[in-house]
């Protein structure tokens, strides 16, 4: 019934619409990227750092809040970001790949080892510039799952899956890491009215309060007070997407009765006023029906999709644009970008192997479906794509310019040898099984 098929496709999300929305992403950033270096290095340097810089203050006059574009840019509109990460894990724990442990033993695996073994490794090889240890620990799911789609239906859609549930537990780990790590000057009691602010959102998901205006007015005053009490109020947005309600308050069986009853009133009512307009009782069924579509939607999963084109077409390319940005000299090449691009390349590909295959060996489980060895290593240089996480780790981590500068020369050049070797080991290995 073709009536049926809009809402009902409303209700579903599947893995294929948001590894669309995050290959084209990730397609988006290189460009932005490409062009953040352009500017950094061309006439229009002064222009482009100076930009950044530029002082933006919102509310009145003895209560507002003052800040450079780029810090609006990362406390700010990167907390929309998390919120969507935060979407996303809650949906991935409770019906996607993490909901059963024999789906996410080998993400598990895989992203325990792409954290832990990128972090000795850049304890191994960095002397001085400590502070940047979680820098190589996160992958970039835009990015990778971008270089994902270049290859276009030669990978199995198993393998895709696997890459997202591993990126986003490392992102659960990357929002541990910064919440536990990356803190300062905590004021407790901004912190207790915080923490009574979280309480009143579980309350408002315990009473099945599924409206999102409860949701999200608390949490800007929830990220307002993350700011000023010391932790970074990105953390603040993960928290609230824990909160938002799962569950719809109608049934998909009772949407399926209005659904049907809607049908009935079409087909037994002849009379049109005027032969254009509804009869009253069709317009009813009709504004029956739009409630009943609205409130089928889970909150997280209607708030989810919402921000998808929000977050990936607009934040993240915002986000690289202003900070991929570097002048590249000499001094700009030190060792800390050396132990970023190493940890991020062998790191990355060492631990996401041993984590996988530890895994399998002590949880009797199998590689994703239609997966060879190959294609494993393939997978496991594109974990080294950190890049978005990675550049707001290292704003976190250092405060020096040529820090700043080192740090994200690694970055670039670890995420660009990880894409460019991961993309042509899974294009040969591939071919190879094609011709199977």
């Given amino acids: 019934m073709k009536f049926l098929r809009k809402p009902i496709n409303n209700v579903i999300t599947t893995y294929e619409k948001f590894i669309q929305y995050e290959a084209s992403a990730g397609i988006i950033l290189l460009f932005v990227t490409i062009l953040a270096l352009v500017f950094s290095n061309s006439y229009l340097s002064d222009f482009y750092f100076s930009l950044w810089n530029t002082k933006f203050i919102i509310g009145f006059e003895n209560f507002y809040l003052e800040k450079p574009l780029i810090l609006w840019i990362n406390d700010g ?40 073994f990128p972090a000795l490794c850049f304890f191994l090889l960095e002397i001085e510039a400590l502070d940047g240890w979680a820098i190589p620990m996160a992958t970039d799911i835009a990015f990778s799952l971008g270089i994902l789609k270049l290859l276009g239906n030669r990978i199995p859609l198993s393998l895709k899956v696997f890459l997202t549930a591993f990126a986003i537990i490392d992102d659960i780990g990357a929002v541990i890491i910064i919440a536990l790590f990356y803190t300062s000057n905590l004021n407790i009691i901004l912190l207790a009215i915080a923490l009574l602010i979280i309480l009143l959102l579980i309350l408002f998901n315990y009473w099945n309060i599924t409206h999102l205006a409860f949701y999200l007015l608390p949490g800007i005053v929830l990220w307002l007070l993350f700011l000023k009490a010391g932790i970074h109020p990105t953390i603040a947005a993960v928290i609230l997407a824990f909160t938002i309600p799962a569950k719809p308050k109608v049934e998909i069986m009772d949407f399926l009765s209005d659904l049907e009853y809607t049908k009935k009133i079409f087909e037994n009512t002849t009379h049109r006023e005027k032969e254009i307009l509804l009869s009253h009782k069709q317009y009813d069924a009709l504004e029956d029906l739009n409630t009943s579509i609205e409130l089928v939607q889970s909150p997280i999963q209607k708030l989810e999709h919402r921000l998808h084109g929000l977050v990936s077409y607009f934040i993240m390319p915002l986000f690289a644009f202003s900070n991929a940005g570097v002048i590249i000299k000499p001094e700009t090449f030190g060792n800390l970008s050396i132990s970023i691009s190493v940890s991020l390349v062998a790191g990355k590909l060492i631990g996401i192997l041993l984590g996988t295959y530890l895994f399998m060996y002590i949880f009797k489980a199998n590689l994703p479906e239609n997966t060879t060895f190959k294609q494993m290593i393939g997978i496991g240089f594109l974990g080294g794509v950190g890049f978005t996480m990675s550049l707001f780790i290292n704003n976190l981590a250092y405060t020096e310019n040529l820090l700043l500068d080192q740090a994200r020369i690694g970055i670039l050049l670890g995420s660009s040898i990880s894409g460019i070797l991961g993309y042509f080991i899974l294009l040969f290995s591939s071919k190879e099984i094609n011709k199977v």
């Avoid at 979407?87 to 019906?95: A, D, G, P, Y």
């Fill in 77 to 116: 509109l990167m907390a929309i970001f998390f919120l969507l990460v935060g979407l996303e894990i809650k949906r991935e724990i409770l019906v996607g790949e993490l909901s059963q442990i024999k789906q996410a033993v080998l993400p598990i695996g895989a992203a325990i080892g792409g954290m832990v």
